[in-house]
């Protein structure tokens, strides 16, 4: 059997061009990297509650969140943190005071998710 018979083999490229979307450096592998990074739950509302306001203590975001638990919380900020999509701030004072906002990194996803819950409204 031969490869040309695979799915990925269809994309209407040049062959030599197929590099771009296929393979370890291509389109697929940098897309499912961002999926990865926003996929869960509560990761789209935390990113979109930041998106408008710049800076929030973990008992704001809980708050705007009915529904989410202190763990799940926590969870999500520290995988959006791992990921260079939030910032964490903390202030060193007791009683402890942390703060959550964008990176650079992550303003810049907003374009994308914007674009995203445009296609979805344009296709319901």
Known sequence: MTGETSTHFKVPIPHEERGVCL???GAV???AR??????ARWKLP???RLY?????RTSQLR???PGITQKMLT???RELERDRLVERTNFGEKPLRVEYRLSEMGRQLLP??????????DHP
């Not at 961002?34 to 996929?39: D, E, T």
């Not at 408008?52 to 929030?56: I, K």
């Open 63 to 65: 708050r705007d969140m």
């Open 52 to 56: 408008a306001d710049p800076s929030m």
């Open 29 to 31: 592998a940098h897309v």
């Open 23 to 25: 393979g370890p450096d």
């Open 112 to 121: 994308v998710l914007i674009a995203a819950r445009g296609f979805s409204a």
């Open 46 to 48: 935390i990113l979109f």
């Open 75 to 77: 969870q999500h900020l």
């Open 34 to 39: 961002v999926v990865r990074m926003i996929q």
